[in-house]
């Protein structure tokens, strides 16, 4: 075990220990008179010495020292009390320490770094230990107060686990912390192992302290070269961060990565990605939820079982197996409705149990050959016999507590359905075919009537092929092998899948059996003996109903195996209408997928109508999970899998492509379609044989096989597309079988159809390539595959960011004149805003928005983030120029009226366009659009009904007496006053007339660069006024430009004054109050012109990119206080 480092004189212990291994900077000793073959009188005297000696004083017979060279001092960093503890120790300090220290310059730098890095190991070691006996041990408290010291952020940012590592600053490691929590990885160094005071270290003002959100991660890797043994390599957009010398390094890799990639699903695709009902609540996100949530995918993936379904026990035991006559030892999981059971070795024996056919679960008489068997009996009257439960009874008890609800269930299931099938006459199910020639249109009519087919296609519309004799002969040779198989070891969902089933697949699967089995395999008959009617329910509601999804539908109808009889036919199309539309109208998430067309009409060939729509639900929902949703995320996730596994499986032939997208995007349509669009008929319908029995496993494997049966042609292609017109070529000539049934029971025994490595085109069959695929890629397990998934999603995911960030831009940047550096650095602004509130604030209504985005069918421009008004308020403070100082509250007053004016579609939301427009009139406009900005922002809606009555009787600003004696200066012209009234008042509007003609709004109105806007009433002007005086607060000109707005505020009420004063009728018919008056922007505007102090003001350049720098450094300082006190108050 590691040990907390201690000196020890290395003089005096030579004496008692032997150095069995050693190096630059460790020794391992062995104790004197430990191991040794013969006892020597110095082993002897050691020993009882050591004998002698009190518990307590005793010493372990192995240890690990630290030693610095040239020193007589060493440190005790492990000890054992056997030999291979302690080699252990040493191979992990040989291959993470020693290669790194040779780069330390003072050797007792050396010396700090091994201490604060075995301190460290102790640490987890210890938080491992305590995890176990209780939920909050000492240390993970320890470190959570560590956590929120270091980095600020709110409490309800949960910490989920934390592990000892480095980072390195060059080429100089830092040891420290690595903090995981929901949505951020936050490192601390602690300077060589010394966490605290930092002045007095030698490494003081350079340690390391930084902060990564997920939803900031692009890529995660495990990397290894260098003076780095293997590390893991964090990417984002702005830089890559390399951890190393974790005491269990696979563990914080999967760690990281699922944390990484449920923020993502929940951050950046929450509808269309569906999370487990835990994972949608982060605070409920423990260490531990994630190691359950991780074998629950494994499981679901493995078994292909719904998604919803929720893991309850494993439990390693033995399943008699009656094929191999024998136990075979492997591990049984459990869930809400299924007993799984897999062999250790993946894919060697495979038993799924529906608990819908389960009778009884019993416990059986223990006996030391059958210790604590349990008998599982289905209706079948078969029973299955698991031995070597460690903890039976309270699995039995739990599994007899399911079975009994689930029989509730049924039994009160199956009474309600009879009383409506009492009072409801039972849907019309027809099936009937007409190959003469008659009215399409007639027969289309007759068959959308609310109509079923109970037959599969195939069983009148036949594909014919060459040798079609020795197919029939085939066909029987293999009905009779499958019936014999069924006689012996049952049929139905809990048949074993063993290999010997896997060749029987292989080598395909007879067509009059092909329905049953692909039911069996994808257990999609458990969901239609569960749902009777359902279907048949579907059509009744769904036929007749228009939408874009039955256009889509429409569209591809006749596109979907358009040279098969079946689809040459009315019939045949009227069914593929029906499924399609049915599964639609089932899930509106998914909907209608281009391709899920190719899927239907091959599953209703083989299988009837209603069993085509549960393998297409099978297929869609959890065979090829995220497939079909609106961005295809999962079929592009595995082409992102696919091409790592290409450089993996296939390094020679990854040599030759710098690019292996191209490789990838060629198989996309395999993925979507299960080769069905690229194989001749008969030969794909083999393949979804295979991937009915192995799931997606078998397209990763097929689809490196077709690229391994091309290498040599691929590796001599000029260019991508002689590339793609290689692999094209290849599967149009991939026959079906043409064996002899001498043959096939020959291949059947062997296991294997070994092929060329390069075979030509035309020799290659599609058994052969099945087989050649099992065979060498046999090795790709479903644990594998969904490793690769979780970290291949962050990739896909975030191009698809990438991808909105792109249009988002685009359509904003040819409005605005922002430079392209400042928009994309506003948008990341933007995001982070919208990102932040979802961290701490999960109530936000932005949230709920983008939610109700995509259940619209909201395009990416709608689907934008949106902020709400606490939002916008974070980022106005950090970004709007003014009001300058300390004028909070007043800022808040304009945040809120600007938020109200941006608003235009009254959703509460305001968008990136809208917030970047506004952004640029601050920063990019000229005087007239910050004048006319300010203009609205003081009419309402901006300024709502509260803010005028408060500015009817608030007394904050007194406003001089207006009066049409009252001299005016415009260009130093001037009014004496002293004529009499008419005649005064009479030059004095005129005067006010000319002034305004003369300051150049005629021009304006010809340019017509203001749009018509409201006339503003003298309360408003009031609120702009007190306005303006706020934005000043803190200039250095402030006592100017007050009294340049004071002069301003005169001019504008004479103006207000001189312009409403009609005569009579005009009062009247305008319906003014004697007291009202009222001026226009364009007024306002040429006030403002006649001071130079403000037009200086409103014309100064201000420095945005200065601002959105110090706003990336502010912006979780400024919003993390107020939602952890939001975040409290709602607690």
């Known amino acids: 075990m590691w040990l907390n480092p201690e000196e020890v004189a290395l003089k005096n212990a030579l004496k008692l220990w032997i150095t069995e291994r ?70 992990w300090l040989a291959h993470n320490l020693l290669h790194s220290l040779s780069i330390f310059e003072n050797k007792e730098d050396v010396a700090s770094f091994v201490r604060g890095k ?108 260098g003076f780095m043994t293997e590390a893991i390599r964090v990417s984002t957009r702005q830089r890559q961060r390399d ?24 951050l950046l695709d929450s509808e269309g990605l569906e999370l487990d009902r835990v994972l949608q609540q982060p605070t409920r996100i423990t260490k531990r939820v994630l190691e359950e949530q991780a074998l629950r995918e494994y499981v679901l993936a493995l078994f292909r079982l719904p998604r919803g379904e929720a893991l309850h026990e494993v439990a390693s035991c033995s399943v008699w197996t009656p094929h191999a006559r024998c136990h075979t030892a492997g591990t049984l999981y459990t869930t809400d409705n299924y007993l799984g059971f897999s062999s250790r070795e993946e894919g060697q024996c495979i038993l799924l149990i529906p608990l819908s056919e389960v009778v009884s679960v019993e416990k059986a008489e223990s006996t030391c050959a059958l210790p604590n068997p349990v008998i599982v009996s289905v209706r079948s009257k078969k029973a299955f016999q698991l031995i070597e439960l460690q903890e039976r009874d309270d699995l039995v008890e739990s599994l007899e507590c399911r079975l009994r609800s689930l029989h509730l269930k049924q039994s009160a299931f199956r009474s309600s359905r009879h009383a409506k099938t009492a009072c409801c006459p039972s849907p019309y199910y027809t099936f009937y075919y007409d190959t003469a020639c008659s009215d399409e249109e007639e027969m289309e009519e007759q068959v959308l009537r609310n109509t079923v087919n109970t037959e599969a296609l195939m069983t009148a519309f036949h594909y014919n092929t060459p040798g079609s004799n020795n197919n029939k002969n085939m066909e029987a040779v293999k009905e009779k092998m499958w019936e014999d198989h069924f006689t012996e070891f049952g049929r139905g969902v ?69 040279d098969h009889p079946a689809f040459q036919n009315p019939t045949g199309i009227a069914a593929l209408r029906r499924v399609l539309t049915a599964y639609a109208h089932r899930n509106p998430k998914i909907g209608y997928c281009q391709s899920m067309n190719i899927l239907a009409s091959v599953l209703l060939l083989y299988a009837k109508e209603e069993e085509a729509f549960w393998l297409l639900v099978a297929v869609c929902e959890r065979m090829l999970p995220d497939y079909f949703n609106r961005r295809v995320i999962g079929a592009q996730v595995d082409q992102s899998v696919f091409e790592q596994l290409i450089g993996e499986c296939l390094p020679d032939l990854a040599d030759h492509f710098p690019d292996l997208s191209t490789l990838s995007s060629v198989s996309l349509s395999w993925f979507l379609t299960i080769f069905v669009s690229v ?195 974070s980022l106005y403070g950090l970004l709007a120029p003014w009001p300058a100082g300390g004028a909070q509250r007043n800022a808040d007053i304009l945040a809120q ?45 901006a300024l709502t009904d509260s803010e005028e009555r408060s500015s009817s009787s608030s007394s904050g600003m007194k406003i001089p007496p207006v009066s049409s004696s009252r001299p005016l ?31 150049g709004v005629g021009k304006d109105k010809e340019k017509n660069i203001h749009q018509h806007l409201p006339l503003m009433k003298q309360h408003e002007f009031i609120q702009l006024c007190k306005t303006l005086c706020c934005l000043f607060h803190g200039d250095p000109d402030e006592n100017e430009l007050f009294q340049a707005i004071a002069k301003v505020t005169s001019l504008v009420l004479q103006i207000g004054e001189a312009t409403t004063r009609p005569a009579g009728p005009d009062r009247d018919r305008l319906g003014l109050p004697e007291s009202e008056w009222t001026v226009s922007l364009a007024q306002i505007l040429a006030s403002v012109l006649t001071e130079q102090m403000l037009v200086n003001f409103l014309e100064k350049v201000c420095d945005l990119t200065g601002r959105i720098a110090a706003a990336k450094e502010k912006q979780y300082q400024q919003r993390a206080p107020l939602l952890a006190l939001q975040h409290a108050h709602r607690r």
């Not at 590592?165 to 602690?190: D, E």
């Not at 190393?244 to 699903?265: P, Y």
């Not at 969901?527 to 109903?545: E, F, I, K, R, W």
């Open 118 to 225: 075995v301190k460290g190991l102790i640490a987890e070691e210890s938080r491992g230990r305590q995890a176990a006996q209780e939920d909050e041990p000492e240390k993970f408290r320890e470190a959570l107060l560590k956590f929120e010291r270091h980095f600020g952020l709110p409490s309800s940012e949960k910490l989920v686990t934390f592990y000892s590592c480095c980072t390195w600053k060059g080429r100089v490691p830092r040891q420290g912390l690595l903090y995981l929590s929901i949505n951020h990885m936050a490192f601390y160094s602690f300077l060589l192992g010394k966490e605290g005071d930092e002045a007095n270290s030698i490494y003081s003002g350079t340690s390391v302290k930084f902060v990564i959100p997920w939803a900031e991660v692009i890529r995660l890797e495990r990397v290894s070269g």
């Open 494 to 562: 809990h048949m074993f899948r063993t290999d010997k089933v896997q060749r029987m697949v292989a080598m395909g699967i007879p067509e009059s059996r092909r329905g049953e089995l692909w039911m069996t395999l994808s257990d999609a008959s458990s969901d239609l003996d569960s749902h009777p009617g359902y279907y048949a329910s579907l059509v009744q509601t769904s036929m007749g109903q228009s939408n874009l999804t039955t256009d889509e539908i429409e569209r591809d109808l006749h596109r979907s195996l358009p």
């Open 243 to 266: 951890f190393s010398m974790f005491l269990n390094l696979d563990e914080a890799f999967g760690v990281v990565g699922q944390l990484a990639d449920i923020a993502l699903r929940r």
């Open 897 to 941: 009226r600007t938020f109200t004016l941006l608003d235009s579609e009254r959703h509460h939301l305001l968008s990136f366009r809208d917030f970047a427009l506004w952004l640029d009139t601050l920063y990019c406009g000229d005087l007239s659009d910050k004048v006319k900005l300010l203009y609205r922002l003081h009419l309402p809606p």
């Open 969 to 999: 200066y415009v260009g130093g012209a001037s009014e004496d006053g002293r004529a009499d009234g008419k005649r005064e008042a009479k030059d004095y509007q005129e005067q006010l007339k000319q002034m305004l003609q003369d300051l």
């Open 22 to 91: 050693s190096n630059d900077f460790f020794l391992l000793q062995r104790r004197r008179g430990r191991g040794e073959p013969t006892a020597r009188i110095s082993g002897l005297l050691v020993g009882a010495l050591d004998t002698v000696l009190d518990s307590n004083a005793r010493v372990t017979p192995f240890r690990i020292l630290l030693q610095i060279p040239g020193s007589q001092i060493s440190w005790i960093i492990a000890s054992g009390a056997v030999m291979e503890e302690v080699n252990k120790h040493w191979d």
């Open 679 to 873: 194989l001749p008929f008969h030969s794909a319908v083999r393949v979804v044989d295979w991937f009915f029995f192995h799931g997606i496993k078998a397209i990763f494997q097929l689809a490196l096989a077709v690229l391994q049966a091309n290498a040599g042609r691929l590796c001599t292609r000029v260019d991508d597309g002689q590339a793609l017109m290689v692999l094209a070529s290849f599967l149009e000539h991939v026959g079906s079988d043409q064996s002899s049934p001498a043959e096939f029971f020959q291949l059947l025994a062997d296991g294997s159809n070994k092929m060329a490595d390069t075979p030509a085109v035309g020799q290659t069959n599609i058994t052969q390539l099945i087989s050649d695929a099992n065979e060498r890629f046999g090795d790709l397990t479903v644990r594998k595959i969904e490793r690769l998934r979780c970290r291949h999603r962050i990739q896909v995911l975030q191009a698809h960011e990438d991808t909105t960030k792109e249009n988002a831009l685009r359509v904003v940047a040819p409005d605005v004149s922002i430079s392209a550096e400042n928009l994309v650095d506003i948008y990341d602004l933007f995001k982070t805003e919208h990102f932040i509130s979802l961290y701490w604030g999960d109530m936000s209504a932005v949230a709920a928005a983008e939610a109700a985005s995509w259940r619209r069918g909201a395009s990416y421009l709608e689907r934008q983030y949106r902020l709400d008004l606490a939002q916008f308020k």
